[in-house]
């Protein structure tokens, strides 16, 4: 059984900074892209970040670059999400998932295991 739990959400004030980690277990994720996704209120879930098996290849949504940065250590199986001076549309649910490609794919149909989820609000 794969399991990927996502910590670190929280309230956070506008420019603000939050770190999110996702945990996997079950089995390891070294060959695996993964990614974070975010869902708002009434809205559809949208990529944010992903991360290629290496750490060689990241991909940002427009809307966080130079803002997010996703990392990741393949030794404790936990990929990470900084985010700095984060905004009122940052609020949303934040899932961390991965993927069987080994690059740092956008799309959510390239994800087969997702986390339950994480609450990012941010406060103006």
């Known amino acids: 059984q794969v399991q990927l739990v996502e910590s670190g959400g929280g309230l956070v004030q506008a420019g603000g900074s939050l770190r999110l980690s996702c945990a996997a277990s079950?089995?390891?994720?070294?060959?695996?892209?993964m990614g974070w996704f975010r869902q708002a209120l009434g809205k559809e879930r949208e990529f944010v970040a992903a991360?290629?098996?290496?750490?060689?290849?990241?991909a940002y949504v427009n809307s966080v670059k130079g803002r997010f940065t996703i990392s990741r250590d393949n030794t404790k199986n936990t990929v990470y999400l900084q985010m700095n001076s984060l905004n009122t549309e940052d609020t949303a649910v934040y899932y961390c998932?991965?993927?069987?490609?080994?690059?740092?794919?956008?799309?959510?149909?390239?994800?087969?295991?997702w986390g339950q989820g994480t609450q990012v609000t941010v406060s103006s």
């Open positions: 991360i290629s098996w290496s750490g060689g290849i990241t």
């Open positions: 998932a991965a993927t069987p490609s080994s690059s740092a794919p956008s799309y959510r149909y390239e994800y087969n295991y």
């Open positions: 079950g089995r390891t994720f070294t060959r695996n892209g």
